[in-house]
């Protein structure tokens, strides 16, 4: 049967071809990396098929169908170990480049080799940011809609490429089927294409092998069994460690998207030094740390291999490279520290407080702001204290109580960089059209207000709030929201809106 299935395939001396191959310096747990990260690989396609049968990719479903599974044993572990793998997939391939980098295996011939690897480690950050959003609950929705804002600021085609990615204005079934597609599809085969690469060009070249002064006087070990065996050792560990955080810390479920509460997103680690440069940087240096930054930090990183003028793989000869090294994950580490203690205490403070002006500005202006924790049924008081000439404001009040005021806030100075203030702003007071447009279609993107930056997501509330609904809010922050005293709108006007 062997000799059936060689004769006509090839397979069987391929196969002897691979195993019998020659490493130089012997077998070492040092090359396990790249073994580890392709069993990582296959055990999320594997995992990631399975959860397929359970999620039903939709704004009415997504989260819904994910509780299901965190109810189940079985979907909830295959899950869990989804979740943990992609982070070890991520861990290894990036340890895998780290190992490369030191011991110089970068080099010619191997150029196109790393190429390949830093754009495999790009592909499965894309396949941990896809993967996010997909639960649709509340981290998931602000952390997705702050990556989203960035890719706004991308120059030329950033605008565009947020469109096709959310799927229209805001985010919502479009959003999530798109991204279910990317990280379903799309990008899986494109890692699979890659992977292939990088295997075809490493057998092409062979095993860098360690630094050796003389790599000729190296030691030869075959592939089978040592290798082999430590490969299968390694990967072994990595799914006995997987599995164990899959049951002792299993991914938390948040409650559902609402982009009317307030939330502060928390990253994935390995997002967090970039979230961690945003906030250190001020906002009119949003797209330099968003964009900029790490964009002249990917082309340095791809041309290492020409960047290094050495001629030899040791250390002693590559101290400028090794040096930037270490400052470069220092500088990593670092922000990414400094990224989770300012998120944790954004979370801990809660919704930001007036200024000392913004309390006087409202404590002068004829009206009060309706209170921002109250429900529907108990916002009448907060209405009665609108002008009374006219009923619209009043009814305003209720509906941006209920509504607005989670993101905005009950005094309409919303959230400094995120949601821009409507007390107070000239957009608001000016043109009723524009502002009509913005309640039914919503709006996103980085804009400025009074001289102030601000990157959140309006929603779209056509189909969510009444024309009468929408003529009542921007009445009433048109004319009762803290100083805002422009003309109100009707309901004719909001029925009559064309774009």
Same mark, same amino acid.
């Given at each position: 049967?062997?000799?059936?299935? %060689?004769?006509?395939?090839?397979?069987?001396?391929?196969?002897?071809?691979?195993?019998?191959?020659?490493?130089?310096?012997?077998?070492?747990?040092?090359?396990?990396? =790249?073994?580890?990260?392709?069993?990582?690989?296959?055990? /999320?396609?594997?995992?990631? &098929?399975?959860?397929?049968?359970?999620?039903?990719?939709?704004?009415?479903?997504?989260? %819904?169908?994910?509780?299901?599974?965190?109810?189940?044993?079985?979907?909830?572990?295959?899950?869990?170990?989804?979740?943990?793998?992609?982070?070890?997939?991520?861990?290894?391939?990036?340890?895998?480049?780290?190992?490369?980098?030191?011991?110089?295996?970068?080099?010619?011939?191997?150029? $196109? /080799?790393?190429?390949?690897?830093?754009?495999?480690?790009?592909?499965? $950050?894309?396949?941990?940011?896809? =993967?996010?959003?997909?639960?649709?609950?509340?981290?998931?929705?602000?952390?997705?809609?702050?990556?989203?804002?960035?890719?706004?600021?991308?120059?030329?085609?950033?605008?565009?490429?947020?469109? &096709?990615? /959310?799927?229209?204005? #805001?985010? =919502?079934? %479009?959003?999530?089927?798109?991204?279910?597609?990317?990280?379903?599809?799309?990008?899986?085969?494109? $890692?699979?294409?890659?992977?292939?690469?990088?295997?075809?060009?490493?057998?092409?070249?062979?095993?860098? @092998?360690?630094?050796?002064?003389?790599?000729?006087?190296?030691?030869? =070990?075959?592939?089978?069994?040592?290798?082999?065996?430590?490969?299968?050792?390694?990967?072994?560990?990595?799914? *006995?460690?997987?599995?164990?955080?899959?049951?002792?810390?299993?991914?938390?479920?948040?409650?559902?998207?609402?982009?009317?509460?307030?939330?502060?997103?928390?990253?994935?680690?390995?997002?967090?030094?970039?979230?961690?440069?945003?906030?250190?940087?001020?906002?009119?240096?949003?797209?330099? +740390?968003? &964009?900029?930054?790490?964009?002249?930090?990917?082309?340095?990183?791809?041309?290492?291999?020409?960047?290094?003028?050495?001629?030899?793989?040791?250390?002693?000869?590559?101290?400028?490279?090794?040096?930037?090294? &270490?400052?470069?994950?220092?500088?990593?580490?670092?922000?990414?520290?400094?990224?989770?203690?300012?998120?944790?205490?954004?979370?801990?403070? @809660?919704?930001?407080?007036?200024?000392?002006?913004?309390? $006087?500005?409202? #404590?002068?202006?004829?009206?009060?702001?309706?209170?921002?924790? !109250?429900?529907?049924? #108990?916002?009448?008081?907060? *209405?009665?204290? +609108?002008?009374? +000439?006219?009923?619209?404001?009043? #009814?305003?009040?209720?509906?941006?109580?209920?509504?607005?005021?989670?993101?905005?806030? *009950?005094?309409?100075?919303? /959230?400094?960089g995120a949601i821009p203030p409507l007390a107070g702003n000239p957009f608001v007071t000016g043109d009723p059209h524009a502002v009509i447009g913005v309640l039914l279609d919503g709006k996103n993107g980085a804009i400025t207000v009074n001289g102030a930056a601000f990157?959140?997501?309006?929603?779209?509330?056509?189909?969510?709030?009444?024309?009468?609904?929408?003529?009542?809010?921007?009445?009433?922050?048109?004319?009762?929201? @803290?100083?805002?005293? !422009?003309?109100?709108?009707? %309901?004719?006007?909001?029925?009559?809106?064309?774009?």
């Amino acid at each position: 049967m062997l000799n059936w299935i %060689e004769s006509r395939t090839g397979f069987i001396s391929m196969a002897k071809d691979f195993l019998v191959e020659d490493i130089p310096g012997g077998a070492s747990y040092w090359y396990v990396f =790249g073994s580890a990260t392709v069993f990582a690989m296959i055990l /999320q396609i594997v995992t990631g &098929i399975f959860l397929t049968f359970f999620y039903a990719p939709s704004a009415s479903t997504a989260w %819904e169908s994910t509780a299901w599974i965190y109810t189940h044993f079985w979907p909830h572990l295959i899950l869990s170990m989804h979740y943990w793998g992609a982070s070890a997939m991520i861990a290894l391939v990036f340890l895998h480049l780290l190992q490369v980098l030191v011991w110089g295996a970068y080099k010619s011939p191997r150029e $196109l /080799q790393w190429v390949v690897g830093v754009i495999l480690l790009l592909v499965t $950050l894309v396949l941990g940011l896809t =993967g996010y959003l997909l639960p649709w609950d509340m981290n998931a929705y602000f952390a997705s809609q702050v990556s989203l804002n960035i890719t706004s600021t991308a120059p030329i085609a950033g605008p565009l490429i947020q469109q &096709i990615a /959310q799927g229209g204005g #805001a985010m =919502g079934t %479009e959003t999530i089927n798109r991204f279910f597609g990317l990280h379903v599809w799309l990008m899986p085969a494109v $890692l699979l294409l890659l992977v292939g690469a990088h295997l075809a060009i490493f057998r092409w070249n062979g095993p860098a @092998g360690p630094i050796a002064e003389d790599p000729r006087k190296l030691k030869n =070990g075959r592939f089978w069994p040592d290798q082999m065996f430590m490969d299968g050792f390694a990967s072994l560990i990595i799914f *006995a460690i997987i599995v164990a955080l899959a049951f002792i810390s299993p991914p938390f479920l948040d409650a559902k998207a609402d982009p009317t509460r307030f939330f502060v997103p928390y990253p994935a680690w390995y997002f967090l030094s970039l979230f961690g440069l945003l906030n250190l940087v001020p906002p009119y240096l949003d797209t330099l +740390a968003t &964009i900029g930054v790490p964009t002249l930090f990917l082309l340095v990183v791809i041309a290492i291999p020409w960047l290094d003028r050495s001629t030899t793989r040791s250390l002693s000869a590559r101290g400028g490279i090794i040096v930037s090294t &270490i400052v470069a994950l220092a500088a990593i580490v670092g922000l990414s520290i400094y990224s989770q203690v300012s998120i944790q205490a954004k979370q801990a403070a @809660g919704p930001p407080s007036p200024t000392e002006a913004q309390v $006087l500005a409202m #404590a002068n202006a004829p009206t009060a702001a309706a209170p921002a924790a !109250a429900p529907a049924a #108990a916002s009448a008081p907060a *209405a009665a204290s +609108a002008p009374a +000439a006219n009923p619209l404001i009043a #009814a305003g009040a209720t509906v941006y109580a209920s509504n607005c005021a989670g993101c905005h806030a *009950a005094n309409g100075m919303g /959230q400094p960089g995120a949601i821009p203030p409507l007390a107070g702003n000239p957009f608001v007071t000016g043109d009723p059209h524009a502002v009509i447009g913005v309640l039914l279609d919503g709006k996103n993107g980085a804009i400025t207000v009074n001289g102030a930056a601000f990157n959140g997501q309006m929603p779209a509330w056509k189909g969510n709030l009444s024309n009468k609904d929408i003529a009542a809010v921007i009445s009433y922050i048109r004319g009762g929201l @803290g100083p805002n005293k !422009a003309s109100a709108v009707t %309901e004719a006007e909001v029925a009559a809106y064309k774009p």
